[in-house]
T-cell receptor
Framework: DADVTQTPRNRITKTGKRIMLECSQT?????MYWYRQDPGLGLRLIYY???????NKGEISDGYSVSRQAQAKFSLSLESAIPNQTALYFC???????????FGEGSWLTVV | GESVGLHLPTLSVQEGDNSIINCAYS??????FIWYKQESGKGPQFIID?????DKRQGQRVTVLLNKTVKHLSLQIAATQPGDSAVYFC??????????FGTGTRLKVLA
């Protein structure tokens, strides 16, 4: 079983719809992240969380929100999806103080 | 600004040859570096890492070299195999939460 699990793996949604991407991890890490990957660009940070009560915006948080339901669960929401949010989204987790960051398998989101 | 970049977008290598993938970083405060492999439709997989107090680290068929003087990182893959075909990218970490990821180099292994 994967250490970082994302659902759904693929989703097509319409402009203006709300969509939630869910993530759970079994590594026992406190730190969790949501990244977006677009062709030709490196991974860009949307939100990160150091623990259940600590949630922070990343470099591209506009149009997104997150919820840290538990140490192992971190979900990403698009309140009103728009086409330029079409991308591959990754959830990740890492040890405190940095160190290796582990990624999920990704969620392909297409907004039409 | 801070950036991690790759010199070549695509690298084609004959099966059995060695591959070298390069990466430049700009933040002199970065103290931890990671190489990832990403296959089509999959998430990035950790390959090897190195801390700034080291110049070289070896794994199974992979070696990472770090040159802090010129802020350069390289990944060497020995005896490249078809299964090595993927996008490889580097990342650097400079504390708190910030990982900076490169855009990636596509490695193509020719039979």
């Amino acid at each position: 079983d994967a250490d970082v699990t994302q659902t759904p793996r693929n989703r097509i949604t319409k402009t203006g719809k709300r969509i939630m991407l869910e993530c759970s991890q079994t590594k026992g890490h406190d730190r969790m992240y949501w990244y977006r990957q677009d062709p030709g660009l490196g991974l860009r940070l949307i939100y990160y969380s150091f623990d259940v009560k600590d949630i922070n915006k990343g470099e591209i948080s506009d149009g997104y929100s997150v919820s840290r339901q538990a140490q192992a669960k971190f979900s990403l929401s698009l309140e009103s999806a728009i086409p330029n949010q079409t991308a591959l989204y990754f959830c990740a987790t890492s040890d405190p103080g940095g160190g290796t960051i582990y990624f999920g398998e990704g969620s392909w989101l297409t907004v039409v | 600004g801070e950036s991690v970049g790759l010199h070549l977008p695509t690298l084609s290598v004959q099966e059995g040859d060695n591959s070298i993938i390069n990466c430049a970083y700009s933040n002199s405060a970065s103290d931890y570096f990671i190489w990832y492999k990403q296959e089509s439709g999959k998430g990035p997989q950790f390959i090897i890492d190195i801390r700034s107090n080291m110049d070289k680290r070896q794994g199974q068929r992979v070696t990472v070299l770090l040159n802090k003087t010129v802020k350069h990182l390289s990944l060497q893959i020995a005896a490249t195999q078809p299964g090595d075909s993927a996008v490889y990218f580097c990342a650097d970490y400079s504390g708190t939460y910030k990982y900076i990821f490169g855009t990636g180099t596509r490695l193509k292994v020719l039979a």
